[in-house]
């Protein structure tokens, strides 16, 4: 049992850093020399120890496309894209493991208005640009309390700044809000049936493959109703998903 | 010993009188006295004397004849007396029983210069089915050298394509002429050959045959191997009786789904002897089945139904090293036996940079040993795009081997080609074409470096964010609260601005107090009027200076001043703008004045 609780406690370790960037340069290593299994299970361990990076999730759903698991592809690489959101590298992955995909989702409308917006925009952009006019409001406030004669130049740039922090603001607050109530997931296996109801043997509706990215919407013992961005949904088993 | 070996008969015709007087030798014998009503059995007439003409066979209807031949030996003897020829005559009929239990071969006949010589007759036993024996049970083509059968380069049981004669027996009926169909094997997998022959056995002259009829072969793929156009027999010997053997048709059958599969019967029509002695006659054979089994589980990934043989797979390139703009010719090549016409070879893949066009395929099928083998082979126009070397991946095949019964996968080498810069093709060359075409797309490279930091929170969750988000609104805050607080701090009370003013009305008397004894009136009297009027300013908290003078004691109304003080304060606001108009008037009054201001403002008290 102390064994167990020790492995246990040794395999949740993190890498220290000379460590980890050891095992990063053996995996990229061993995917430039064509060995991709080697790759996978290198940058598989760093994002088990705690260590994963943007590079090494992007690396991680590299080698998985690779490997032709689309849906490992697809999930690592859309962990990645919400590391860093602004990479042309993963977009570009992230592109053709879409292309691959079995499941063309028809009539989707891109799901709720907020999706299509956080789809759209770019959280880091928005959020220095409401930081930028945010922050230049205020310093026009200051500014203007701290003169003597209060010239009102300053009040009406402070305004200004505030309103144009408007836009970006919300839209910045939209990502948040999505990013902190909407879970999604991808399929990770081949083929995962959709029932209508979640349990064992139920009938199947219709039937999900590997890389498509799914809403989750909840969750009832070992099934999670899924969402599709055209708003089909179904119950299918967790064990078939992974979250994002 | 006697029952399995050669029983001889021997009529003794030498002890007989007639025999004694003509020292003629006349016997018959068969080769076993126990045969299977299936089987041949040889009887041999041997008679020293006469011709074959005079040898009369004892036979009966419990036997059939199924051929029969003649041999005339001559030998030299040189005796005690004269020397002479002696002539002997060699009587040969190949028989079958008719039917069971114990038979009896009648004594055979000898008619030489009117006399009769008869043998004595064999006792056989005959039993149901084949017994087999020394009697030749198979088809066998006779031997050129007799004695040495087998004899290595001269097989016996072959035909001239190599394909085995198959094992026949002679229908009771029709023993003369008969179609005989045949297959190789009685069960096989799907997708594994069998092979289908048909063959005319005949013993009679054949003119032609005039139609032949195949049954339906319903779920099976079917390859001609030989089909005849002319009749060309070769001699065999079936059941010890010779026949020509005419190959009618010769098919590979390739099962497509597990199974019993029926054979129906083949028909032809025939026709025997010459011109117009000839007449037609139409035979069957007798139907087939071929026991289908299914494959085994556990086929590995990307076998389809149909890959079932023996495979060896190739890929070939004519050049290794090619100028951009260059195509270089890549050969998937497919070789081995079995059903090649329904095989799909794996497609060859490459990188993006070479341009793999549409294959054209080429078949070239032919039999051996009745076996369809050949190869398929899919040439591929490679275009490269670029520079570099490139690799072009092991193909693979899986097949199922039905030799073996288990399954296996071919592959292919991998080719590595490399493309140099140069002049290239003429279409490259020309100058209206890129030479080295550095498309986009495929996967982007790994990042070669990272922090390898712990996977963090968002960054909006974070310190730093909110810290740089809320420092310019907090700073803005806070200066707006110290400059409330210092405002407030600095608003003064109305009892403290009512003081002030009552100050400031005072310090104005003070100075009229100063100016009453002056000859400038006007100042004092202006000092008189504005320390008035600011101690009431003070004390209504409004501005009072610049009303007219009834708006003012509207003003001194609505504060609830009464009438007394405000006809005091009348007369001292009369009595200060009449002193200020008219400077020459005395400093008698400006005590009254003075007073009446002080005592206006005490009253208020």
Redesign the interface.
């Known amino acids: 049992m102390i064994a167990l609780l020790v492995m246990s406690l040794l395999g949740q370790s993190?890498?220290s850093?000379e460590e980890?960037?050891g095992v990063?340069q053996q995996a990229?290593m061993a995917?430039a020399q064509g060995d991709l299994d080697a790759a996978a299970t290198g940058f598989q361990k760093?994002?088990d120890h705690?260590?994963?990076?943007a590079?090494?999730l992007?690396?991680r759903g590299?080698?998985a496309?690779?490997q032709g698991q689309l849906g490992q592809a697809v999930l690592f690489l859309e962990r990645a894209r919400?590391?860093d959101p602004s990479s042309e590298?993963i977009e570009?992955?992230l592109a053709?493991a879409r292309s691959r995909q079995l499941d063309q989702v028809v009539g989707q409308g891109g799901g709720t208005f907020l999706q299509r917006l956080v789809e759209g925009s770019s959280?880091?952009a928005l959020?220095w640009t409401f930081?930028a006019l945010?922050?230049a409001?205020?310093?026009a406030?200051?500014a203007r309390?701290?003169m003597r004669h209060r010239p009102a130049l300053l009040g009406w740039v402070a305004l200004g700044c505030f309103a144009f922090a408007l836009v970006p603001g919300a839209a910045?607050a939209a990502h948040?809000f999505v990013?902190e109530t909407y879970r999604e997931a991808v399929v990770l296996d081949a083929s995962v049936p959709a029932q209508e109801v979640p349990s064992v043997g139920a009938r199947a509706a219709f039937e999900i493959h590997a890389g498509l990215k799914v809403r989750v919407l909840a969750e009832n013992g070992a099934f999670w109703r899924i969402r599709l961005p055209n708003g089909l949904e179904g119950w299918v088993p967790a064990s078939g998903l992974g979250g994002i | 010993m006697r029952r399995i070996g050669r029983a001889l008969t021997v009529g003794l015709v030498l002890l007989s009188p007639v025999a004694l007087a003509a020292e003629v030798e006349f016997s018959q014998s068969v080769d076993r006295t126990e045969v299977g009503d299936q089987d041949t059995f040889r009887l041999t007439i041997v008679a020293s004397a006469g011709g074959a003409d005079d040898i009369r066979p004892g036979l009966n209807d419990d036997f059939e004849v199924l051929s029969r031949s003649t041999s005339t030996q001559m030998s030299f003897s040189m005796g005690s007396g004269s020397p002479g020829m002696r002539r002997t005559t060699r009587y040969t009929l190949v028989l079958r029983a008719n039917k069971t239990g114990k038979l009896t071969l009648p004594p055979a006949e000898l008619r030489v210069n009117g006399k009769v010589y008869k043998t004595q007759p064999i006792e056989l036993t005959v039993k149901p089915g084949r017994l087999g024996g020394s009697a030749p049970s198979q088809a066998q083509r006779p031997s050129r050298f007799p004695g040495f059968p087998g004899f290595p380069g001269f097989p016996d049981d072959e035909e001239g394509g190599g394909f085995p004669f198959p094992d026949m027996d002679i229908p009771r009926n029709d023993s003369d002429l008969f179609l005989q169909a045949a297959l190789d094997k009685e069960e096989v997998f799907v997708g594994e050959q069998a092979t289908f022959s048909v063959y005319l056995m005949s013993r009679v002259d054949l003119t032609s045959v005039d139609q032949l009829t195949l049954p339906k072969l319903d779920g099976v793929w079917t390859e001609e191997l030989d089909s005849p156009t002319q009749l060309a027999g070769e001699q065999r010997i079936i059941d010890g009786v010779l026949y020509r053997a005419y190959l009618l048709k010769r098919r590979a059958l390739f099962p497509m789904k597990p199974g019993t599969l029926d054979i129906g019967r083949v028909e032809a029509d025939v026709t025997t002897g010459f011109l117009f002695a000839g007449h037609r006659i139409h035979r069957k054979s007798r139907p087939l089945t071929l026991h289908v089994k299914a494959l085994p589980e556990g086929a590995p990934p990307g076998f389809a139904p149909s890959n079932v043989g023996r495979w060896t797979l190739s890929v070939e390139s004519e050049e290794t090293t090619v100028k951009l703009g260059e195509p270089a010719t890549v050969r998937v090549t497919l070789e081995g036996a079995g059903n090649l016409r329904n095989i799909t070879l794996p497609r060859l893949t490459g990188p993006e940079p070479l341009k793999i066009y549409d294959p054209t395929p080429s078949d070239k099928i032919g039999t051996s040993r009745g076996r369809v083998e050949g190869r398929r082979t899919t040439e591929y126009l490679v275009m490269p795009q670029q520079t570099g070397t490139f690799t072009l991946p092991t193909l693979s095949f899986p097949y199922f081997d039905p030799k073996r019964g288990e399954y296996d996968i071919a592959q292919s080498e991998p080719i590595t080609l490399t493309v140099e810069p140069g002049s290239g093709a003429v279409a490259a060359d020309d100058g209206s074409h890129p030479k080295n075409v550095l498309s986009g797309g495929g996967l982007r490279p790994l990042r070669d470096r990272s922090d390898v930091e712990r996977a963090g929170k968002p960054w909006w969750r974070t310190v730093p964010f909110w810290v740089v988000t809320a420092l310019p609104a907090a700073t803005w805050l806070a200066l707006a609260l110290v400059g409330l607080m210092r405002k407030r701090l600095a608003e003064e009370s109305p009892e403290e601005a009512q003081r002030k003013k009552t100050r400031a009305a005072r310090a104005r008397l003070s100075e009229a107090h100063k100016l009453k004894d002056s000859q400038d009136g006007a100042a004092f009297y202006g000092e008189v009027e504005k320390g008035l009027l600011a101690y009431f300013e003070g004390n209504f908290g409004r501005p009072l200076r610049g009303l007219r003078r009834d708006a003012l004691m509207d003003v001194f109304v609505q504060q609830g001043i009464s009438a007394d003080r405000r006809a005091r304060i009348a007369r001292v606001l009369d009595a200060c703008e009449v002193g200020r108009f008219a400077p020459g008037s005395s400093t008698a009054g400006r005590d009254q004045i003075l007073q009446d201001a002080v005592d206006a403002m005490e009253e208020s008290r």
């Not at chain 1, 705690?50 to 990076?53: E, P, Q, T």
């Open positions: 993190y890498y850093p980890a960037r990063f990229a995917y760093l994002i705690g260590s994963g990076s590079e090494v992007y690396n590299t080698v496309l690779a919400r590391a590298d570009a992955n053709v959280a880091t959020g930081a945010w922050t409001g205020f310093l406030l200051i309390r701290l910045f948040v990013r």
